[in-house]
């Protein structure tokens, strides 16, 4: 059967097969929160003509059953559909998401006293050539060479004999000999090229985010960032966060298909950011020859091809923690085959390298104060210490503040609600957008915004329930009480927010301050004894500081202790990749980090339910909310 969509593009569909798998397999992705389940209700298409059969479902209004809308992962095509695929259920995957300040990370690395010293490193050799009387083989002459520069030792890959002959001819015996050291072993070449080709060196660092792949294009000779590039991770359309990856893994015939088609989607990701720096720039591939990678812990895995099934199973136990340095032709990447590979190493099954690039970009290790940091991502990973201990954990916030799970909720991309006023006394609502363009969601920001707002104009009570006969935006809607942030010209695409998602964005910022107070406590410590809180993630670039903590999401300090830092796990690879010492170090940290596993905790079960009310049950860890309500009130 076919499928002719509005956009005119053509789908064929195998009998029995799903709307979403039959146009996933013609390249058109959609948003696919829970892997096709039915439960996330974001594949939503609308069937303008044609008969279909499918499961009815609760995640779609009556009103979007009545214009022909199906969620596409639960509906089959009976004859040639013609179908609409609204925008906000595409997956948009290759967006450019802006990202700042890169021109600043040279200096930055500076700061840490390191010397450039990245994973490769280059010899220059001259070779006399070859004569009647000087007739060794060319293997030999290169060792001959080698012997007289002091690199004797040196191991010689496959990689250097593949190419030798003729790049030591092609060279004129002029050569550059890339090789990489080794704590363990003899160091080793990598491969060889002519000195006017090694003039420019190049590597990657990668942040692998379960939302967002960044890549860095770094010279090797200054530290200068060449070109960024960023695109959603595309696994998106396998689930929206790491535990539905691993669950459609687990659930192929074969769970090393399942794990193939989850490294093929991200390394496609990589090679398509690849692709467009490399034609930017007119780079070869071969010139990048070093390459590091941060992701967390079931990102490295899948990354590398490795089972993450266990990470989800209690005790939860990954296959490693620290990666030996691989090469790059083993993940297919678009660069020197042999260039090596540096993954930021990992703590536990959730508590990544992700994290460990954060804590070496915030220096937090290596100071005095006492310091938290939070990421706040797709999950919620959070860091508490100082240069002499550590502790981390994962807050299982789930990932609502990328929008997941939310009736309109969205990612912080163009069309996305960023943040919102409400009026004091007409309840009306102002919003900015993203892009200044028409809104079509809300994103992390947004949703706090709103929630804070609602609860400061008492239209949300502590207990986080809507409040009638305030407003006629508060109305009820399909899924009960909601409150109406944007009407749509037609009603039909009203962005709303619902008791539900409300509840959804309790249960996560209830987690994250939970999170905070247990390790505190586990540390023998309180909220007190923190000087500095570091703000990472892409979330964290929008985050209103002042009402995130009015929602009891932050905690109540003095608001210059807290900094952005925006995406600290690409500038933590982006550090590895240049200093050797820094490599060293985040070894160190992910070796002396103390991980707790919260879900086993007592504490953290209390600690979260006292964290569900608005701000938070004890009012007395919130006092400069305390004062704004009393004010308030007054
Ligand atoms: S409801 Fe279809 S992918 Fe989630």
Redesign the pocket.
């Known amino acids: 059967m076919n499928i002719r969509l509005t956009t005119e593009e053509h789908v064929t569909t195998e009998p029995g097969e799903t709307l979403?798998a039959a146009l996933r397999r013609a390249g058109v992705d959609l948003v696919?929160?829970?892997?096709?389940?039915?439960?996330?209700?974001?594949?939503k298409v609308r069937v303008v003509s044609g008969k279909f059969a499918g499961v009815p479902s609760t995640?779609l209004t009556l009103r979007e059953r009545e214009r022909g809308m199906v969620?596409?992962?639960?509906t089959v095509a009976e004859t040639d559909l013609y179908l609409e695929v609204p925008k906000e259920s595409r997956l948009v995957v290759g967006d450019r998401i802006a990202l700042s300040r890169t021109g600043e990370l040279a200096a930055y690395l500076r700061t840490y006293g390191a010397e450039i010293n990245p994973l490769t490193k280059r010899i220059d050799l001259e070779l006399p050539p070859p004569t009647l009387t000087d007739s060794i083989s060319d293997l030999d002459r290169l060792k001959r060479a080698l012997v007289l520069a002091g690199f004797g030792g040196i191991r010689l890959s496959h990689g250097v004999l593949a190419t030798m002959a003729g790049v030591l001819r092609c060279a004129d015996w002029k050569v550059s000999l890339t090789y990489v050291e080794d704590n363990e072993f003899r160091d080793e070449a990598l491969f060889l090229t002519s000195q006017d080709d090694a003039r420019h060196r190049y590597g990657i660092a990668v942040d692998v985010g379960t939302t967002t792949v960044v890549l860095y294009l770094v010279s090797l000779a200054d530290g200068a960032v060449v070109d960024v590039a960023s695109t959603y991770n595309s696994q998106i359309q396998y689930g929206d966060d790491v535990i539905t990856r691993i669950v459609f893994a687990a659930e192929q015939s074969d769970a090393r298909h399942g794990v193939a088609a989850l490294q093929s989607a991200v390394i496609s990701d990589i090679n398509a950011l690849l692709d467009a720096v490399t034609a930017r720039h007119a780079i070869a591939d071969e010139s990048i020859d070093a390459v590091t990678l941060a992701g967390n812990t079931t990102m490295s895995h899948i990354v590398w091809g490795l089972d993450p099934a266990s990470i989800r199973e209690e005790p939860y136990i990954p296959t490693l923690n620290f990666f030996p340095v691989w090469k790059a032709g083993t993940l297919r990447l678009k660069v020197n085959k042999q260039a090596p590979v540096f993954t930021m190493p990992c703590v536990a099954s959730y508590v990544g390298g992700d994290i460990v690039a954060g804590v070496l970009a915030s220096k937090m290790h290596r100071c005095p104060e006492t310091a938290l940091l939070m990421d706040i991502g797709t999950n919620g990973e959070i860091a508490i210490g100082n240069e002499e201990w550590l502790v981390t954990a994962a807050c299982s916030a789930g990932p609502c503040f990328e929008g997941s799970g939310i009736r309109c909720g969205m990612r912080a991309t163009a069309g996305a609600i960023e943040s919102v006023r409400i009026d004091r006394s007409s309840f009306e609502p102002a919003v900015s957008v993203i892009g200044n363009v028409h809104s079509v969601g809300i994103c992390g920001s947004g949703m706090i915004d709103a929630i804070a707002e609602l609860f400061q104009c008492g239209l949300l009570n502590p207990k986080g329930h809507l409040v009638e006969g305030l407003t006629s935006r508060i109305r009820k809607g399909e899924d009960g009480l909601e409150y109406l942030l944007v009407r749509s010209p037609d009603r039909q695409n009203d962005i709303v927010l619902t008791q539900c998602d409300i509840e959804n964005l309790l249960r996560a910022k209830a987690a994250m301050y939970a999170g905070v107070t247990t390790l505190l406590a586990e540390a023998g410590f309180t909220i007190d004894a923190i000087q500095r809180v570091y703000i990472a993630g892409g979330f964290g670039s929008y985050l209103n500081i002042e009402q995130a903590i009015f929602l009891g999401m932050l905690p109540d300090l003095p608001r210059d202790r807290f900094s952005y830092l925006g995406n600290t796990s690409i500038t933590g690879a982006y550090l590895a990749l240049l200093a050797k010492e820094l490599r060293n170090e985040a070894e160190a940290i992910a070796a002396r980090m103390t991980y707790i596993e919260l879900s086993a905790s007592r504490l953290f079960m209390d600690e979260y339910v006292s964290a569900l009310f608005l701000p938070h049950t004890d009012l007395s860890q919130f006092p400069s909310v305390a004062r704004r309500l009393g004010e308030r009130k007054a």
């Open positions: 979403h696919a929160s829970c892997g096709g389940t039915g439960s996330c209700g974001k594949c995640r969620l596409a992962c639960q």
